[in-house]
């Protein structure tokens, strides 16, 4: 730009001494203003020359410093405009790989296990002296782990359908959480006895077994068939991993 001001400074000075030489011409005697090129003319050509030269040679020059100004120009923002847009994918990707990252770990979280999750049985019974044991399962039979923590609830049914008496007695036992993959079980032992006691000559005949997972309300109900005496007692542990005693 500075080279251009030059230029435009060599331009109005030509002009004026273009003026100055008319004036000189024109104030002259009539003898000599049939002469071709006055002695003042002729000593203002070489300077006229060299002011035509300069301007001549500032053209391409001012020429190549507005080229070199535009390409700068242009070099600079096209350089901005990269990085703007470097720095606009650079945070979209950022903000796209952390959203992702979310909405993968929420979905992977495992919650507990719901009564529709979880199917139940009573596995095999192991008999002595009066006394019988056998592992309650539950098994995950949805698509997504979940998980199981402490005792479940009991209540014994008739074959008529009527509820019988029931008493949970929760054994002295650690709970700790278990963590079921779709398929795989958790047991808890029950325990009761087929002995009168007291006062009883005879102990109710179960033929059903009402089964409400830790910590819910809704219930599974499975085939029991046992004669459970001390009024109904049925002892419990919390739920451990595997199916077996």
């Known amino acids: 730009m500075k080279r251009s001001s030059g230029a435009g400074r060599l331009t109005a000075l030509s002009t ?27 000593g203002a050509l070489p300077r006229i020359a060299s002011v035509n030269a300069r301007l001549a040679d500032a053209g391409p020059k001012a020429a190549g410093a507005n080229a070199q100004l535009a390409g700068s120009t242009a070099a600079g923002a096209n350089a901005q405009l990269a990085g703007s847009t470097a720095a606009g994918a650079n945070a979209r990707l950022a903000g796209s790989t952390a959203a992702g990252s979310g909405s993968s770990g929420t979905e992977t979280a495992v919650e507990r296990c719901r009564t529709g999750a979880l199917a139940a049985r009573v596995g095999a019974v192991d008999a002595g002296a009066g006394q019988r044991y056998a592992p309650l399962v539950v098994t995950n039979r949805s698509a997504r782990a979940c998980w199981v923590y402490g005792f479940v609830g009991l209540i014994m049914i008739d074959r008529n ?11 002295s036992v650690q709970p700790h959480r278990v963590t079921l993959r779709p398929g795989a079980g958790a047991h808890a032992r029950l325990h009761w006895t087929e002995v009168p006691s007291g006062r009883e000559t005879r102990c109710p005949a179960a033929a059903r077994l009402m089964i409400i997972p830790p910590d819910e309300v809704a219930h599974l109900e499975i085939p029991f068939t046992a004669a459970v005496c001390d009024d109904g007692r049925l002892g419990i542990t ?8």
């Open 16 to 42: 004026v001494m273009a003026g100055v030489l008319m004036a000189s011409a024109a104030c002259g005697s009539p003898a000599s203003s049939e002469r071709s090129v006055t002695p003042a003319a002729e």
């Open 161 to 171: 359908g009527d509820a019988l008496r029931t008493r949970t007695r929760r054994e």
């Open 238 to 245: 919390p739920m451990a991993p595997g199916t077996r005693l």
